[in-house]
């Protein structure tokens, strides 16, 4: 018998924990593409801004869009509720009130990540400390997901976890899949392609740490059209969207009324099925990769009204 | 070797007079003298960064901004012994069973005042007396099942009942966690003696609030109603829960039906709800009875209480008993419902209400700790000796203003025990809040939470101003 209030607190908790990682990942491969970047061309940070969102608030306060103020933004701004420092202070609070249904270790692991973070949330953004800090960040958000694993009972409250993280994942991939691979896409198009491209595909597959399991599900080169196969429909991948979609359908018959959320998981099933991956181009990506964030946010919707906004309201009957 | 600095003037809970350990805190002083101090700071730090790292904090208010701080721990635990506390345990039961019995008479039969005992002007001016609660009946007649009284000690080593609280006492999770931390802090001294475990606690409380669900009802479901992650006590709150293994829930997971029955909001639907134990105050329990503007709290849940299909603790009106002028009164009240002298003795209390009190407390408030009769957490708080004549001139306007809410009692030296300060051992006075249970049966912790005024010479121990805490060890001698 979980509150709604609990089981709303669970879910936003499991998705902050989870953006915040899928930040800290997509942040620490951009900076690795300075390595194999020629020198000559400058890398640009502003896709990092598209991927995690918030460029019109970044826009407004900033002149310059550089290394700096970018990083800055997204790893340790206090005002971007987007960035790691909030998102695992936002983690933090929603898990502060739900300490009575988690196991304690769980709680202290996101404590000392979040007293982590707010001390240490500069050396995210200098480019000599950066990735230390990026590790630590997706090192222990992967902690907290291995103590939940090994200690919570399968329980309602593990499940809205469980549903926070596999919708914010999701929804990240898409993120990803949008701006860097439709940018990609784009490129491909114009006369005399950069020579970097496969490297960039690769790095779309590493800043969703997919590369290794890509070779061994896909034997064959990165390329776009398997990249963009392997991270929609690969079944086994727990970051593609299909899996996501799928281990939250199979979830939901754990909760009560599980046909109320259903649909809309079938729903994104079907918009998944009709993406035809060898005839996209960069315009035609976007459109696609936009409908599927409709079906994802529509999961979103439909887990909100059937299981935090409904019975809040108490139009629900007695059971 | 860590030298502990010999205590002037207060009795001390772990030396006596000569220097010498008292008998139940011998292993205790031997182990800190064969230390050094760096070793005891070590054993500190790492009892803070545990602190840190549990999210063990307490909430404090400034610029109207809830600030959630590392809870105040000092290493060096308070002992009790063993012998003294089971009279201590036997003394405060009877002052809760005084206490429950005097509540039930104040809303029923008000014996009490037909009988010239209690002043029946005292009971309609009280700022917690309920004329809601008039004539209700809850199970087996308790009113205030979970109280924490605060015990001091005076320099002659008399044990005094300071006050009691009925309506939301706080501070049993600490007692609960600092046991855990000075576990670690010292191991080998656990081994080497019979320390009283004290972990019993929400065992105890969870079946005490299992027996107040309605008769009719086999497998009670229990909650614990927060006012919400702002309120300073926050961190109980969800610890009680937590070890009960029972829905913590705030106002608005709550709701009452027509028919009067208690219901929370669930993934699955509404759920019925048979027992709550409230941290919220009364007057913001449920804005139908009570202060229409609280958002805190649940329409219908006093008329629920009522008809009897939900077990509230404390009672609605409780905390009439908790009150710094019927204070005054508890050792009369023993002595009228149960036909006994008290065990524990009263700290002598002057009421502002009467002339002849009030005349003495305005001629002597340079010798007298004076107290607001409804404040918690020592705000409104004078202490005689220690204020200037601009504070005691504002004192003595406030008590002229509205003498009832004004009780004086002369200024205690509180024990002190020694506390690490700053790379050294130095005495700091405390107090102890012993929480008390009970239902069917009664139930006392073994000890309690000590709290401790950190800056030397200081008396106020609150945590929101100041105070640090110690774990508190009942050894068997």
């Known amino acids: 018998m979980l509150l709604s209030r609990v089981a709303e607190n669970l879910y936003w908790a499991a998705r ?23 020198t000559s061309e400058a890398l640009n940070w502003e896709p ?15 002149d310059r869009a550089d290394e700096q103020s970018i990083l800055r933004f997204l790893v340790a701004d206090r005002d971007n509720s987007g960035s790691i420092l909030m998102s695992i202070e936002h983690a933090r609070e929603n898990l502060r009130t739900t300490r009575e249904v ?29 990735n230390r800090f990026l590790e630590h960040v997706v090192g222990e958000v992967m902690r907290v997901s291995g103590i939940l694993d090994a200690t919570m009972s399968r329980d309602e409250a593990e499940e809205f976890l469980r549903l926070g993280r596999l919708v914010e994942r999701a929804d990240m991939t898409t993120r990803v899949l949008d701006v860097r691979a439709a940018a990609l896409l784009a490129e491909t198009d114009r006369v005399g392609a950069s020579a970097f491209d496969d490297v960039q595909w690769m790095s779309v597959l590493r800043s969703l740490s997919a590369l290794q399991m890509f070779h ?12 963009l196969r392997f991270l929609l429909f690969d079944e086994q991948f727990p970051r ?69 906004l409904a019975r809040a309201t108490g139009s629900v009957p007695v059971t | 070797m860590a030298e502990i600095e010999a205590p002037v003037g207060a009795w001390d809970e772990l030396i006596d007079g000569d220097g010498q350990p008292r008998p139940s805190a011998a292993k205790l002083v031997e182990h800190l003298r064969r230390i050094t101090v760096g070793e005891l700071k070590a054993r500190q730090d790492a009892a803070d960064l545990d602190i840190l790292a549990m999210g063990i904090t307490f909430t404090v208010y400034s610029d109207g901004r809830g600030i959630d701080r590392a809870w105040p721990f000092d290493v060096i635990p308070r002992i009790i012994s063993a012998r003294e506390w089971a009279s201590v345990e036997v003394g405060l039961i009877q002052r809760l069973v005084a206490l429950n019995r005097f509540i039930d008479d104040v809303y029923n039969d008000q014996r009490v005042v037909a009988d010239g005992v209690f002043p029946a002007e005292l009971l309609t001016d009280s700022a917690n007396f309920r004329p809601e609660c008039r ?64 972990d019993g606690y929400t065992d105890e409380l969870f079946r005490l609030l299992r027996s107040l669900a309605p008769d009719d009802v086999d497998d009670p479901t229990v909650v614990v109603l927060t006012p919400g992650i702002y309120n300073s006590a926050y961190f109980e709150h969800s610890f009680l829960a937590q070890r009960m293994g029972v829905p913590l829930v705030e106002g608005r997971d709550l709701v009452v039906d027509a028919d009067d029955r208690v219901h929370m909001r669930t993934v699955a639907g509404l759920k019925p709800v048979h027992v709550i134990y409230r941290r919220i105050d009364d007057l913001f329990l449920d804005p139908e009875a009570f202060r229409p503007d609280s958002t805190l709290g649940v329409p219908g849940l006093l008329r629920a ?61 340079g010798e007298l700790v004076v107290k607001p009769a409804n404040e918690s957490g020592g705000h409104g708080l004078l202490i005689g000796n220690r204020s200037t004549a601009e504070e005691r001139a504002r004192c003595a ?39 008390v249970l009970t239902g069917r049966t009664s139930y006392v912790t073994k000890g309690g939470l000590t709290r401790v005024a950190l800056r030397r010479g200081s008396l106020v121990v609150n945590s929101s101003q100041g105070g640090g805490s110690k774990d508190t060890w009942v050894v068997e001698d």
């Not at chain 1, 990092?48 to 900033?62: M, N, S």
Request: aromatic fraction near 8%; charged fraction near 25%.
């Open chain 2, 305 to 365: 209480w009522k008809a009897g299909t939900v077990g509230i603790a404390n009672a609605p009106g409780a905390g009439v008993a908790d009150d710094k002028v019927v204070y005054a009164w508890v050792p009369d009240l023993i002595r009228y419902y149960l036909g006994e002298e008290p065990l524990l003795p009263n700290v002598p209390t002057y009421r502002c209400l009467y002339d002849e009190e009030r005349r003495y407390v305005l001629d002597h408030l």
């Open chain 2, 135 to 198: 004539g209700v009946h809850p199970p087996l007649g308790v009113w205030a099942h979970i109280c924490g009284s605060d015990l001091v000690r005076d320099a002659d080593g008399t044990m005094y009942v300071l006050e009691d609280n009925l309506r939301v006492p706080s501070g049993v999770s600490y007692l609960l966690e600092n046991r855990a931390i000075s576990k670690r802090a010292f191991a080998d001294l656990f081994e080497a003696q019979s320390i009283l475990p004290v």
């Open chain 2, 397 to 435: 306007q406030a008590i002229e203003r509205d003498p009832r809410n004004w009780v004086a009692q002369p200024i205690l030296d509180l024990s002190t025990a020694p506390t690490l300060c700053d790379g050294a051992i130095e005495p700091r006075h405390l107090d102890l809040r012993p929480f």
């Open chain 1, 48 to 62: 990092l801004l598209a991927i995690v969102g918030g460029r019109d608030d970044f826009d407004d306060r900033h």
């Open chain 1, 240 to 308: 593609s969207v299909a899996w996501c979609i799928d281990v939250i359908d199979r979830s939901l018959v754990r909760l009560p009324d599980p046909d109320l959320v259903r649909p809309a998981c079938r729903q994104a099933r079907a918009e998944l099925a009709s993406v035809a991956v060898d005839e996209l181009d960069g315009d035609a990506l976007h459109t696609t990769v936009d409908l599927l964030q409709v079906a994802i946010h529509r999961i979103h919707d439909a887990l909100a009204s059937t299981y935090f």
């Open chain 1, 216 to 227: 061994r599900a896909m034997r064959c080169a990165v390329d776009g059209p398997s990249t």
């Open chain 1, 102 to 130: 988690l196991p304690r270790e769980v709680w202290q692991a996101v404590n000392d990540l979040y007293l982590f973070v707010a001390s240490h949330h500069g050396e995210g953004v200098a480019r000599r400390s950066r």
């Open chain 1, 16 to 38: 902050y924990l989870e953006r915040a990682e899928a930040t800290a990942r997509v942040v620490r491969e951009h900076t690795n593409l300075l390595v194999d970047f020629p």
